[in-house]
Structures are given as structure tokens and as C-alpha cells.
């Protein structure tokens, strides 16, 4: 049964903007550690690939959080909820913590799609609930 679903559109000119700004703690505070290693990595070859990185990131983390129906609000942060990928590259989400707790509490599972262009990145994410 379909819990949630939920989809965010991101301007990855803003993203730009914003890490011009804010720099390595706006990323530290988006991102989870994994995320981190790999936006760092990214961000190292083409500074271009590691922004569009971090806000494919960004908007897959807001879809989630509508798809849950929590919004930005505890047990949902930004670094309790990660979006890695599996070693045959599709995007799964990662939670940690409590909010791991209240998700498997409810029975949930989520899928995600995240794709991306030189001025936007975008997410969708539906989140099933088992009724057994």
C-alpha cells in the first residue's frame, strides 16, 4: 500500500549560489557521511559534478520527507537520511537513528529517483507500506 509519495524540483544555480556562501558547512550540514566522502570526491574532479551532487542530494531529502509526511521536522534531518548508491548505481535511501526507528516501526520502504541537468535537479520518492 502506497504510504506517501512526494517530489522536489532543485535549482542547482542556487545550490551553486549557496555553497559559494556557505561552503563546506552547507554541505556538512546536508549531507550524511557517506554523502560527504562522495560529494568530496566528486567535487575534487569537476567542482561542477560535486554541486550537482549535493543538490540531487538536497532535493531526493526534501521528497522524502513529503513522501513521509514529516516534512523537516524530528526524527527527520538532513544527515539521519542518506541517498547512496548500490554497487549497481541506483539511488537507495540510507536512514540512521531514530528516525531508522520510526520508519521501520510503521512497516515502511521507499524507493527514489533522482535525476539531474545543468539547471536543475529533481527527486521522486514513493513510500510503500506492508499491511501484512
Not at 549531507?31 to 543538490?55: D, H, S, T
Not at 521536522?73 to 520510526?102: D, F, Q, T, Y
Not at 521507499?110 to 510503500?128: L, M, N, T
Request: hydrophobic share 40%; with cysteine; net charge positive.
Amino acid at each position: 500500500m502506497i504510504y506517501g509519495v512526494g517530489t522536489d524540483l532543485c535549482d542547482i544555480r542556487r545550490m551553486t549560489a549557496t555553497w559559494q556562501r556557505r561552503g563546506e558547512r552547507f554541505a556538512e550540514k546536508v549531507l550524511g557521511p557517506q554523502e560527504l566522502q562522495v560529494f568530496r570526491a566528486r567535487r575534487a574532479k569537476v567542482e561542477a559534478r560535486g554541486i550537482a551532487y549535493l543538490a540531487t542530494r538536497f532535493s531526493a531529502k526534501e521528497a522524502f520527507s513529503k513522501a513521509i509526511g514529516l516534512g523537516l521536522h524530528m526524527p527527520m534531518s538532513w544527515r539521519a537520511c542518506e541517498i547512496l548508491n548500490s554497487p549497481s548505481g541506483k539511488p537507495e535511501i540510507v536512514l540512521h537513528g531514530e528516525l531508522l526507528r520510526w520508519f521501520n516501526a510503521r512497516g515502511l520502504k521507499a524507493h527514489v529517483s533522482v535525476s539531474d541537468e545543468i539547471d536543475y535537479a529533481s527527486s521522486f520518492v514513493v513510500v510503500e507500506q506492508d499491511r501484512t
